[in-house]
């Protein structure tokens, strides 16, 4: 284990005491340090008995990236609908504004970083299902364990008001001591059975696609996406560790997300990025059409090309890929796209999918972009604003955060963006989960409903269903 310096860190907090003193607000003081490797879940693990509510858990589909972040040094929250994305972009660089940022390496990721998202349609009104996160909700943790490609770094973020003195430094660096010392115990993590699976108001739902349907052959409208839930109950409180350890050996080759707020837990596995900003370059995803994969390999290859065959799912994708490349023209100097999409399997479904390549312009933000894409045709529909209207009026769930952007951004503006779905809310001994369809004008409610199905069984395993 690479030795910290304790002198340093108290040096380098009274140079923030100092300014805070000086300016007469809170300034924060973030240090990096790279370690020997340590397990991210270990990591996420030890913050649970001081920081269960304040944790957060990310690994990209390539695993070079996987940030695990326990307690919060400062929270960016709002439930303002306009310029939402905006505001938070604003209160971020308010935040970093005269902090000093001790971090020598050059990696993404590493070095004071907000993780967060934003509720799907912040003008639906709100239910008691979503109630412990706002609109827009990031945690800056207080400690943060950053594996990238390989080599593992450490910050510590601490934020100094006016009234601090040199006690607070004493107290972080025993408690990040703890943490190190406490990175090579083994924790066992318990497992909730499943005692009862409640559909919410199928019938309902079917009704509410037929609706749409009538609606999509006679307006504007060229597909809704509608999304039901599933709640599950448990014997015991279901524990996010356990659910994310399997996750992390079933999904491999999605992005895995956590995110606790007030005793509330979002989790899941998506296989969709929406937006990754690293320098100058930018990563899109074009995620849109499904279908199951097979039993052999000759029936998988057979669904799969059925699907690169298939009309309808052709043409959604299509409207996928027309929006994404027109929002991000705004910020780019130059997009990629290749002509056809290609297949994107995992575990349970196979999708089509088209890999988007940009340039960003210099002054393109992170957030602005996400604002552009959000919701995709994948995860609204089009036209984007009539399709947004027409779920608030149809869909009776709370979306909250599915379906949302869910990601990081780092101090120097690099970060990553995910949709937030195959997705699950935990509330004690109660989980829902969420999965949607995109409605055309030729869609039949039951084989929607279907889809849906298929779009639960990710999660459902991952909390030992079927």
């Known amino acids: 284990m690479v030795t910290i310096h304790e002198l340093e860190l108290k040096e380098r907090g009274l140079l923030a005491l100092t300014r805070a003193k000086k300016l007469g607000r809170s300034i924060l003081v973030s240090?990096?340090?790279q370690m020997d490797w340590m397990n991210p879940f270990t990591f996420f693990l030890l913050g649970k008995e001081r920081y269960l509510g304040e944790r957060f858990f990310w690994k990209d589909p390539t695993d070079e990236i996987v940030l695990t972040g326990i307690g919060i040094?400062?929270?960016?929250?709002?439930?303002?609908?306009?310029?939402?994305?905006?505001?938070?972009?604003?209160?971020?660089?308010?935040?970093?504004?005269?902090s000093l940022i001790y971090n020598s390496y050059s990696e993404s990721g590493v070095g004071p970083v907000m993780f967060g998202g934003f509720s799907f349609d912040p003008h639906k009104p709100k239910t008691n299902l979503w109630s412990k996160y706002p609109d827009s909700l990031f945690h800056i943790p207080k400690y943060m364990l950053s594996i990238i490609k390989g080599q593992t770094f450490l910050t510590t973020n601490i934020v100094c008001t006016p009234n601090d003195d040199e006690s607070l430094f004493t107290k972080i660096l025993d408690e990040r001591n703890q943490l190190i010392r406490?990175?090579?115990?083994?924790?066992?993590?318990?497992?909730?059975?499943?005692?009862?699976?409640?559909?919410?108001?199928p019938e309902s739902w079917k009704a509410s696609v037929d609706e749409v349907v009538k609606d999509l052959k006679t307006g504007p409208l060229k597909k809704v996406v509608l999304a039901r839930e599933l709640r599950?109950?448990?014997?015991?409180?279901?524990?996010?560790?356990?659910?994310?350890?399997r996750l992390s050996e079933q999904q491999q080759d999605s992005y895995l997300f956590v995110f606790e707020s007030n005793g509330d837990c979002f989790i899941g596995a998506t296989p969709e990025r929406l937006i990754k900003k690293q320098n100058t370059h930018i990563f899109s995803t074009c995620l849109?059409?499904?279908?199951?994969?097979?039993?052999?390999?000759?029936?998988?290859?057979h669904l799969g090309k059925t699907l690169l065959n298939d009309k309808k799912n052709l043409i959604e994708h299509g409207y996928v890929v027309e929006m994404i490349k027109e929002a991000l023209e705004e910020s780019c100097e130059e997009i990629i796209l290749p002509d056809k999409p290609q297949l994107m399997k995992i575990r349970d479904i196979q999708h089509l999918y088209t890999p988007v390549v940009g340039r960003a312009k210099s002054d393109a933000s992170l957030l602005h972009i996400v604002e552009r894409l959000h919701p995709t045709p994948a995860l609204g529909g089009l036209p984007k604003k009539e399709a947004v209207e027409k779920i608030r009026e149809v869909e009776k769930l709370d979306r909250g955060f599915y379906a949302a952007p869910l990601g990081w951004v780092d101090y120097r503006e690099n970060g990553e963006f995910a949709v937030a779905i195959r997705s699950g809310l935990i509330q004690g001994k109660e989980v829902s989960l969420f999965a949607g369809c995109g409605v055309v004008s030729d869609s039949e409610s039951e084989s929607e409903y279907l889809e849906t199905d298929l779009k639960f069984r990710p999660m459902l395993r991952a909390l030992g269903g079927n």
């Open 31 to 33: 240090e990096v340090h």
């Open 73 to 98: 040094s400062k929270q960016i929250q709002s439930d303002q609908a306009t310029d939402r994305f905006f505001h938070v972009d604003k209160e971020w660089q308010t935040f970093l504004k005269d």
């Open 182 to 201: 406490s990175s090579n115990q083994k924790f066992e993590t318990k497992s909730a059975d499943l005692l009862m699976t409640k559909e919410i108001s």
């Open 232 to 245: 599950l109950l448990f014997n015991t409180t279901v524990e996010p560790e356990s659910v994310l350890n």
């Open 288 to 301: 849109a059409g499904s279908i199951s994969r097979g039993q052999t390999e000759e029936e998988d290859e």
